[in-house]
């Protein structure tokens, strides 16, 4: 213990000042300085956001082990609600903080950024922003949704801005819907209490909600019911800590027991979703089967467990898969769409045209969007709409005003021809996976693709979807390639196993070692500016499991030179199908003492051996 003491002393003194001086001040004794007194130095490292002091316990919470020293820490060490950092926020466009929102600076930047035809520039120049702000009520984040066998679901908020009260009506910025909130519950761990209002600062539980997910934005805001539908504009696309979820990339099918439950499986899948927001579900076009992705193999693994054990759902799990993505090689030829039938019992026609073709390096990350042209990157496919101008006629048939019908938009225009793209986009031409790596082009003339009211935008969305469609049939007929999730692979075992983890790693497993123990060995792929830990300074207890007595990261100090039983850390780039149950082989190969964390890095595409056998795998034959 004293020398934990001793390790936790010298590391609060190289970024708090404060303890520095105390340390000098009882003559360099460690031992002798108050527990109160480390306990604030670690609060003013953990708040100062510049600082890479992290507490860490350790404990079992199944077995009730470590639970009070961390709850205990919680409140010791954590901010209160006026020291957090300002919550990032986002409206349409414009990103900013929760405090710009409310003195009004984020409106006037969305104004600034919107289209010059939208029905929210023209809002916001008849409105003031302060007076669009002061009516709004409260604005609270969904950050858990969970369901309870005997209250149902119950969406867990936390109030950012404002009161919530009872029988309030709540607008999902997400979802574009509104719902009441009938009740407001103070839960005490699984006791509640009726509550009359929350206000900022509070968290509380508002059951009935038959929407809400995890992620989503409530507000409230004066005149706001479910009668007269959404708050104007900008205020309607307000987001609290905006999370983006990055794409999934392993999936397993499911399927009920029976066709009897085929409907309440579906909706316990709805209900799934609802709580993580990282699940996704899809429906196989070609078998119908139901597909369910998430972020890894754990993560599926705990879903299956949550559907089947605490949801109650009679289903079956399948294999869980790599998900892959198909990417083009060769762009195609200019390909028109007319779409000329009912939709949802509406008359809908519109056309326009599309081309596709493999993105290059330096595309990635581009976002423009004025009037007559918008572009997005969206699950790595760059899509650009674009719209006749009348300034320049050379891509007009015949002559045009710049004015468009009153159902329409710019803003909704770019929106549907977008959203088009990217359902096309979702399932591949000769491999049921999404495209990647693809540039999309829509081009509309708007003498020639939009027939007054009959052009709304289900039809601009399927003209969009076949024109899109249609251009990747065209590119797919020099071939496809299969692309690959590639992961950045962090492995730390002790120098007698460093030999056969970087075989494994390299020859058994096709990856590419970049550096050991920080000392680069490939100059590709290696992240520049991460700080580093060094093991020499932090204090561990001694290994029980070392036959020679061991030695501990602080002893290890006395003595640099020595690596013989230090940990040796191997990064490398590997791909993610041969991670697949790594963790067991490794413990294997290293008897139990190698660990590894992974992150995704990005779409590689496969080649030599492994996509033939790939093709064959895919293919059946």
């Not at 309870?148 to 819907?177: E, F, H, K, P």
């Not at 326009?352 to 572009?375: L, W």
């Not at 509309?444 to 027939?451: A, E, M, R, V, W």
Request: proline share 5%; charged share 25%; with cysteine.
């Amino acid at each position: 213990m004293k020398k934990a003491r001793v390790a936790l002393v010298e590391l609060l003194s190289t970024y708090d000042d404060a303890m520095v001086e105390k340390f000098l001040e009882l003559k360099e004794r460690h031992l002798e300085i108050p527990a109160a007194d480390i306990v604030r130095s670690l609060r003013r490292c953990v708040l100062d956001q510049d600082s890479r002091i992290v507490p860490v316990y350790g404990g079992a919470s199944f077995r009730n082990i470590g639970v009070q020293p961390l709850l205990d820490a919680i409140v010791q060490l954590m901010p209160n609600p006026g020291e957090a950092p300002i919550p990032e926020v986002s409206v349409g466009r414009a990103d900013g903080n929760l405090a710009q929102l409310l003195n009004g600076e984020l409106l006037l930047k969305e104004m600034q950024t919107a289209p010059s035809d939208s029905k929210r520039s023209k809002k916001l120049n008849t409105r003031q922003p302060m007076a669009v702000i002061s009516n709004l009520e409260a604005c609270a984040l969904a950050f858990k949704v969970v369901h309870d066998a005997r209250r149902g679901t119950l969406v867990y908020v936390r109030v950012y801005s404002g009161t919530i009260q009872r029988r309030a009506s709540l607008y999902n910025t997400n979802l574009q819907v509104t719902e009441p909130a009938p009740r407001l519950l103070r839960m005490y761990a699984s006791d509640s209490v009726d509550i009359p209002s929350l206000t900022a600062g509070q968290i509380g539980v508002i059951p009935g909600l038959k929407y809400a997910r995890t992620g989503d934005t409530l507000i409230s805001y004066i005149g706001g019911s479910q009668r007269n539908g959404s708050p104007p504009p900008p205020i309607n696309s307000l987001q609290l800590r905006p999370i983006e979820v990055p794409p999934a990339v392993f999936f397993s099918s499911v399927e009920s027991n029976s066709l009897g439950e085929a409907k309440a499986v579906t909706e316990t899948l709805n209900l799934l979703i609802r709580e993580d927001p990282s699940l996704q579900l899809t429906v196989d076009e070609d078998s119908g089967q139901t597909l369910l992705s998430g972020m890894g193999e754990f993560h599926l693994e705990i879903a299956a467990d949550r559907l089947i054990k605490d949801l109650k759902a009679k289903a079956t799990m399948g294999k869980i898969e790599i998900a892959y993505r198909e990417a083009l090689l060769f762009p195609s030829q200019p390909r028109t769409a007319l779409v000329n039938r009912e939709i949802a019992g509406k008359k809908a026609k519109a056309s326009c045209t599309a081309t596709v073709r493999p993105m290059t390096a330096d595309e990635g990350g581009q976002n423009v969007y004025d009037d007559y042209e918008k572009t997005i990157t969206e699950n790595g496919n760059l899509i650009t709409t674009t719209i006749s101008s009348p300034e320049d006629p050379s891509g007009l048939s015949d002559s045009w005003s710049g004015k468009l019908p009153s159902q329409l938009s710019f803003e909704t225009l770019h929106i549907a021809l977008g959203n088009g793209a990217l359902a096309a986009l979702s399932r591949g031409i000769h491999y049921p996976f999404p495209f990647h790596n693809v540039h999309v082009t829509i081009t509309i003339d708007p003498c020639t693709g939009i027939f007054n009211t009959d052009t709304t935008t289900a039809a601009l969305s399927s003209a969009s979807r076949e024109a899109t469609k249609s251009s990747l049939i065209d590119a797919a007929r020099t071939g496809t390639a299969i692309m690959e999730h590639v992961m950045d692979v962090t492995v730390s075992t002790d120098e007698a196993s460093l030999g056969a983890v970087v075989k494994d790693l390299s020859s058994e497993r096709g990856g590419h070692v970049l550096s050991l123990d920080d000392v680069d060995v490939s100059t590709s792929g290696i992240r520049e500016n991460i700080p580093l830990i060094d093991l020499r300074k932090v204090y561990a207890p001694r290994d029980p499991f070392d036959g020679g007595g061991g030695a501990t990261l602080a002893d290890e100090q006395e003595d640099t030179t020595s690596q013989s039983r230090g940990q040796r850390t191997v990064k490398a780039r590997v791909p993610l199908r041969e991670m697949m149950g790594y963790l067991k082989h490794l413990r294997s190969i290293t008897r139990g003492r190698g660990s590894f964390i992974m992150s995704a890095d990005r779409f590689e595409r496969v080649v030599g051996q492994r996509e033939k056998a790939l093709r064959k795998e895919l293919r059946g034959y």
